[in-house]
């Protein structure tokens, strides 16, 4: 068996696209991986929505933007993005990152994204683990798509919030019942238009494993 | 029975669980919790001075809150309440106590609730909640978006205490 940990060191979340668009083969190899990820006691509460509509994918990146720039603009206003951002010393591009991310427009790419996969979940089959089954599948999907050389994204955001999520719903025909399906994400897939030029810093294992019990550093 | 602090223990036990398993965007999920009681209410009004003082005359009204009062600002975004003995507060000081900041204000939900349904805003969010058990003082900023071209109106909220 083929080690992947290459696969999941060089993956990253890509929100820049070519307009090409994915095979349907390929987009059938991203949800097999996607219907094998580990799942409570085999519940498999995910069903896939595959979207590739203009039309729906304009009206999702609308929602991703109120939904991520109507917090951002609040961070902004009480000073926080500010202090999330203070490492970057050039003052204008600091004010352009700033504006991008508070403005919404950072969510904005489902738009120019050739495919977006909405992951959702039944509530109805008696899964006791949906969040944690989708988050599963989720990153099934995004390690496939990096393996075949796509681009992914993991929204969550946009559907964060109750009505937004409720707004997400409708787009997509779901029924809306709070018992019926949850939206947990979508992911935002194409051929990457950006390359990793700067892997975002990871904390190093001293600082996140402990062995045998919480806040022993000593392997033993 | 004192059945407010009944509730209020019940609330607690839900807030701090919704944090427990959703951490920060706990606060994201809970934007429909109080507004039963104010959509019961038949608020009407055509300007969202209009709208808010009547959902404070109902919550006040009803003994949700001793007093409240109101700001608009941030160029017509920031909403800023303050609120003194709420209902609620027992609900605060004791998720505080146990270090969970409050995330959960259904009094400011109510408003925001009644800005979206009566006056058709796009968005609203509940950005900050500060309690002072000393004074039993509520200070609550939202961002209000009448319409999407409101997303990204900034300014600098800290020059705009109520």
């Given at each position: 068996m083929d080690d992947i940990l290459e696969v999941l060191r060089t993956r990253k979340s890509i929100r820049r696209y070519k307009p090409d668009p994915i095979p349907d083969e390929i987009i059938d190899k991203v949800l097999e991986a996607a219907r094998w990820a580990p799942t409570g006691e085999n519940y498999q509460p995910w069903r896939l929505i595959v979207i590739r509509d203009p039309k729906t994918k304009e009206k999702i990146g609308n929602l991703a933007k109120l939904g991520s720039g109507s917090r951002m603009t609040a961070w902004y206003c009480l000073g926080e993005m500010q202090r999330r951002f203070e490492?970057?010393?050039d003052p204008v591009r600091r004010a352009e990152v700033l504006r991008f991310m508070y403005s919404g427009e950072v969510s904005e790419f489902a738009k120019q994204a050739p495919v977006v996969i909405a992951v959702i979940g039944t509530l109805m089959e008696g899964s006791v683990d949906v969040p944690y089954d989708l988050s599963a599948c989720i990153e099934n999907i995004l390690l496939e798509a990096h393996s075949l050389g796509l681009g992914a994204c993991w929204v969550h955001g946009p559907v964060a919030s109750t009505r937004d999520a409720a707004k997400f719903k409708k787009i997509l025909k779901i029924?809306?019942?709070?018992?019926?399906?949850?939206?947990i994400a979508y992911v935002a897939l194409g051929w990457p238009a950006e390359a990793r030029k700067h892997p975002r810093p990871k904390k190093p294992l001293e600082e996140i494993v402990y062995w045998e019990e919480f806040g022993r550093k000593e392997r033993g | 029975m004192d059945r407010v602090e009944y509730f209020n223990d019940m609330l607690v036990r839900l807030e701090e669980l919704l944090y427990q398993e959703l951490s920060g965007c706990a606060a994201w999920k809970v934007e429909l919790v109080g507004v039963d009681f104010i959509q019961s209410k038949k608020i009407e009004g055509k300007t969202e001075n209009e709208i808010i003082e009547r959902c404070i005359r109902e919550i006040t009204g009803n003994g949700l809150v001793k007093e409240m009062t109101f700001s608009i600002g941030g160029k017509g975004v920031l909403l800023n309440l303050k609120m003194k003995d709420c209902v609620h507060l027992p609900k605060e000081a004791r998720l505080k106590k146990e270090g969970i900041t409050p995330f959960i204000c259904p009094i400011a939900n109510m408003i925001l609730d009644q800005l979206i349904e009566?006056?058709?805003?796009e968005t609203t969010y509940l950005a900050k909640l500060d309690i002072d058990g000393k004074t039993k003082e509520c200070r609550v900023k939202c961002a209000i978006y009448e319409t999407t071209d409101k997303i990204g109106t900034v300014s600098d909220w800290a020059r705009e205490e109520l």
């Open positions: 490492e970057i010393q029924p809306t019942g709070m018992g019926e399906y949850k939206v | 009566k006056l058709g805003y």
